[in-house]
């Protein structure tokens, strides 16, 4: 598994665990899903990078870097 031989903590995927655990596998469906539970529960802070990866039926994958910027009120 990718978590382990990267060493990635539980607390950087607990968004894509729990999306997995009430949705089923989505596949690459799940990425708007795990980016919504993100924001919504606003679990990141100014300048922090996301990495998002999805892969799909046959040979499909896609990925996507984002840099969160808190809104100033």
């Not at 996301?50 to 809104?71: D, E, R, T, Y």
């Amino acid at each position: 598994m990718m978590t382990k031989h990267y060493k990635i903590p539980y607390e950087k995927l607990k968004e894509s665990y729990e999306v997995l655990d009430e949705y089923g596998n989505l596949s690459g469906a799940s990425l708007p899903f795990i980016l919504e539970k993100i924001v919504r529960e606003n679990n990141f802070s100014d300048g922090d990078i996301i990495l998002m990866l999805g892969f799909g039926w046959g040979f499909s994958a896609s990925a996507c870097m984002l840099k969160f910027k808190k809104q100033q009120k």
